[in-house]
């Protein structure tokens, strides 16, 4: 059963670039049976989803942060990564990392998540 | 903003049923058959329960179920229990820019 954990620092300066990783374990990102994206919970308000990567290292992001993030994956290292650039504090949330079935039944669900990790930009 | 809407708060007894809705477009919910539904419990990861509107995976309680009219999706929890009580999300895709969309948090509390 695949299981995702995130990691990254918890508080990041404005202006400075977010960086966060989600190791895979239970599962191959190689096996190419997954889309890995990452979605995010803003205070008080609902998820947005950011983007996700291929195996393959193809990208697909939100058209509201293309010009800022930047998704990539170490298959070496079975886990996949969420670069934010410039961000303020208008990018203080909870950041999950979530696979999305390549093909089949269920394929536009998102399952499995991570537990998420609170990240706050602040000076 | 969240592009889908969802009531902020559900409340029920035990043995009851809640129904929670999911509004959108024709663009999301009324276009497509893609609708999914999350629980999202303190501390853990969130835990799909409906996928393509009305479907269950694997080992996800029938006390859960999903359903679709027009640009409105629901989710209904039947026989309510403590352990249901957790915060719950929709999504749909989208045929617009934004592929994923989702709801609000809708907060079940178990009387």
């Known amino acids: 059963q695949v299981q995702l954990q995130e990691s990254g620092p918890g508080l990041v300066k404005p202006s400075q670039t977010l960086s966060l990783s989600c190791t895979v374990s239970?599962?191959?990102?190689?096996?190419?049976?997954?889309?890995w994206n990452w979605i995010r919970q803003l205070p008080g308000k609902g998820l947005e989803w950011m983007g996700y990567?291929?195996?393959?290292?193809?990208?697909f992001y939100n058209p509201s942060l293309k010009s800022r993030v930047t998704i990539s994956v170490d298959t070496s290292k079975n886990e996949f990564s969420l670069n934010l650039r410039s961000v303020t504090a208008a990018d203080t949330a909870v950041y999950y990392c979530?696979?999305?079935?390549?093909?089949?039944?269920?394929?536009?669900?998102?399952?499995?998540w991570g537990q998420g990790t609170l990240v706050t930009v602040s000076s | 903003q969240s592009a889908l809407t969802q009531p902020a708060s559900v409340s029920g007894s035990p043995g009851q049923s809640i129904t929670i809705s999911c509004s959108g477009t024709s663009s999301d919910i009324g276009g497509h058959d893609y609708v999914s539904w999350y629980q999202h419990h303190p501390d853990k990861a969130p835990k799909l329960i409906i996928f393509d509107v009305s479907h269950r995976p694997s080992g996800v309680s029938n006390r859960f179920s999903g359903s679709k009219s027009g640009n409105t999706a629901s989710l209904t929890v039947s026989g309510l229990q403590a352990e249901d009580e957790a915060d719950y999300y929709c999504s749909s895709y989208s045929s617009t820019s934004t592929p994923w969309v989702f709801g609000g948090t809708t907060k079940l509390t178990v009387l």
């Open positions: 239970g599962g191959s990102i190689s096996s190419g049976g997954y889309y």
């Open positions: 990567i291929y195996h393959s290292g193809s990208t």
């Open positions: 979530a696979g999305r079935l390549y093909y089949g039944s269920g394929s536009y669900s998102f399952d499995p």
